[in-house]
């Protein structure tokens, strides 16, 4: 057999392939997925059986430690989760630092690294159990953090975590339990809410995790990782994707509700126009976790009757796309944004919170990746380029 290493430092031979198409970065036991058939599993279960019978923080569990919690096993889980759920109050020092119409992305992002400072414990992880002690940590501090964001824009004062409730509880009075009134979850958001952070839990190596893992690979910690996975969420053509569908559908809506002429714009190759929430670089057929969700969405929005001309413009273009020659020949189906911000629009979160949404679901797969990547001693993550520029010039002063 041809050692690849070996011809290539004798022949100086090097693949391209820009977006990584179609090079592995790593072998994963963790989230199987076939894009030509839509299927997903997370370590080995279906994402239909989990979204249907599972709970998040159970989903988590599973992500990151490789199987499904006795009863006892998630029960400790939760309680070293909340033994980290106070956030240092000198992190709102940080916080007020920030203009109150900063994205909650770039916020998010910003704070997790600065988490880094206020437990240097969690950087250098060095046997399995200050691994443990950092996973803890990070999840139960990213959820109260990802809250502060959206508290800041509003200009509410900062919640701190309630250890008797629940994880996905607890988010929703982070979020919006107000001081001068009591707050109780309604169940059926609370439910909606479990199953889409389920649906975001991984995706096997997309951009952000992609980026957790190769930062992790220089061996920064846990925190400085997952602030990096943010950031590289937040772009349009990947996490953004569900706040980016919401405003095109606002935009829509503003321009009098004619959907065949956007359809045609983003059709038209001169205009850089592109349908929000349509598409996936590995789904080339369909999205399983959009069929999921659009059944989610579809319950949510009954169960709170819900009247929006911004979903009947939804439908209306997501019947259009799936009758469409162009989108057909080219396999562009709803992806999970497209529905992801449909519901969030419904429960009430701001649009520019959205991204932020899915940082909360992918949470536990960026920390599953991390871990396998330390625990698999993979080597620091650095790809070649082939060198397209000048050759060797004479140096002559421009000046
Ligand atoms: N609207 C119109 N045309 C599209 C769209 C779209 N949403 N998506 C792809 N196309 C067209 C491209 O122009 C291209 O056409 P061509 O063959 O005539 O040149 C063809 O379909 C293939 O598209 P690529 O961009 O090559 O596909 P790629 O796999 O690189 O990109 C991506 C996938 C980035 C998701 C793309 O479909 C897109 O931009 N979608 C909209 C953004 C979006 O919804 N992102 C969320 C992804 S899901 C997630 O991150 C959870």
Same mark, same amino acid.
């Given at each position: 057999?041809?050692?690849?290493?070996?011809?290539?430092?004798?022949?100086?031979?090097?693949?391209?392939?820009?977006?990584?198409?179609?090079?592995?970065?790593?072998?994963?036991?963790?989230?199987?997925?076939?894009?030509?058939?839509?299927?997903?599993?997370?370590?080995?279960?279906?994402?239909?059986?989990?979204?249907?019978?599972?709970?998040?923080?159970?989903?988590?569990?599973?992500?990151?430690?490789?199987?499904?919690?006795?009863?006892?096993?998630?029960?400790?889980?939760?309680?070293?989760? *909340?033994?980290?759920?106070?956030?240092?109050?000198?992190?709102?020092?940080?916080?007020?630092?920030?203009?109150?119409?900063?994205?909650?992305?770039?916020?998010?992002?910003?704070?997790?690294?600065?988490?880094?400072?206020?437990?240097?414990?969690?950087?250098?992880?060095?046997?399995?159990?200050?691994?443990?002690?950092?996973?803890?940590?990070?999840?139960?501090?990213?959820?109260?953090?990802?809250?502060?964001?959206?508290?800041?824009?509003?200009?509410?004062?900062?919640?701190?975590?309630?250890?008797?409730?629940?994880?996905?509880?607890?988010?929703?009075?982070?979020?919006? *339990?107000?001081?001068?009134?009591?707050?109780?979850?309604?169940?059926?958001?609370?439910?909606?809410?479990?199953?889409?952070?389920?649906?975001?839990?991984?995706?096997?190596?997309?951009?952000?995790?992609?980026?957790?893992?190769?930062?992790?690979?220089?061996?920064?910690?846990?925190?400085?990782?997952?602030?990096?996975?943010?950031?590289?969420?937040?772009?349009?053509?990947?996490?953004?994707?569900?706040?980016?569908?919401?405003?095109?559908?606002?935009?829509?809506?503003?321009?009098?509700?004619?959907?065949?002429?956007?359809?045609?714009?983003?059709?038209?190759?001169?205009?850089?126009?592109?349908?929000?929430?349509?598409?996936?670089?590995?789904?080339?057929?369909?999205?399983?976790?959009?069929?999921?969700? *659009?059944?989610?969405?579809?319950?949510?929005?009954?169960?709170?009757?819900?009247?929006?001309?911004?979903?009947?413009?939804?439908?209306?273009?997501?019947?259009?796309?799936?009758?469409?020659?162009?989108?057909?020949?080219?396999?562009?189906?709803?992806?999970?944004?497209?529905?992801?911000?449909?519901?969030?629009?419904?429960?009430?979160?701001?649009?520019?919170?959205?991204?932020?949404?899915?940082?909360?679901?992918?949470?536990?797969?960026?920390?599953?990746?991390?871990?396998?990547?330390?625990?698999?001693?993979?080597?620091?993550?650095?790809?070649?380029?082939?060198?397209?520029?000048?050759?060797?010039?004479?140096?002559?002063?421009?000046?």
């Amino acid at each position: 057999a041809v050692d690849i290493n070996k011809l290539r430092d004798l022949t100086g031979f090097i693949t391209l392939d820009p977006g990584y198409k179609n090079s592995g970065s790593c072998t994963s036991e963790i989230t199987f997925l076939d894009g030509e058939l839509g299927i997903l599993r997370y370590r080995g279960y279906s994402i239909e059986d989990l979204a249907e019978k599972a709970s998040f923080p159970e989903v988590s569990y599973l992500l990151i430690f490789g199987e499904l919690p006795t009863a006892q096993q998630l029960a400790q889980f939760d309680a070293d989760i *909340k033994k980290h759920t106070l956030v240092n109050e000198e992190m709102k020092n940080i916080i007020d630092g920030f203009p109150k119409t900063a994205h909650p992305m770039g916020v998010l992002s910003a704070l997790t690294s600065a988490l880094t400072a206020f437990n240097p414990k969690a950087v250098n992880v060095e046997n399995e159990k200050e691994m443990y002690e950092a996973i803890c940590k990070t999840i139960a501090k990213f959820l109260v953090i990802a809250t502060w964001t959206y508290r800041k824009t509003m200009g509410y004062p900062l919640n701190y975590y309630d250890n008797t409730q629940g994880y996905v509880e607890n988010f929703m009075q982070l979020m919006f *339990k107000l001081p001068t009134g009591p707050y109780a979850a309604n169940p059926i958001i609370v439910n909606a809410l479990d199953k889409l952070f389920i649906l975001h839990g991984d995706h096997e190596q997309n951009c952000s995790t992609s980026t957790v893992r190769m930062v992790g690979s220089s061996h920064a910690g846990l925190f400085a990782s997952i602030s990096a996975g943010v950031s590289a969420l937040w772009g349009p053509l990947h996490g953004g994707a569900n706040q980016a569908v919401l405003e095109m559908l606002e935009e829509i809506n503003k321009d009098g509700g004619d959907t065949d002429k956007f359809m045609a714009k983003a059709k038209d190759k001169n205009d850089p126009f592109r349908l929000m929430g349509f598409g996936h670089r590995v789904y080339k057929n369909f999205d399983p976790r959009a069929r999921i969700i *659009k059944k989610a969405a579809k319950e949510v929005l009954e169960t709170l009757g819900v009247e929006d001309p911004i979903l009947e413009i939804a439908k209306k273009l997501e019947a259009a796309a799936l009758e469409d020659e162009y989108f057909k020949s080219r396999n562009l189906y709803p992806n999970v944004d497209f529905y992801s911000g449909i519901i969030y629009r419904a429960l009430g979160i701001p649009t520019d919170m959205f991204t932020v949404m899915f940082a909360i679901g992918r949470l536990p797969g960026w920390i599953a990746q991390w871990k396998e990547m330390r625990e698999n001693k993979e080597p620091i993550g650095r790809p070649r380029q082939i060198y397209t520029g000048h050759p060797l010039r004479d140096f002559k002063s421009n000046k």
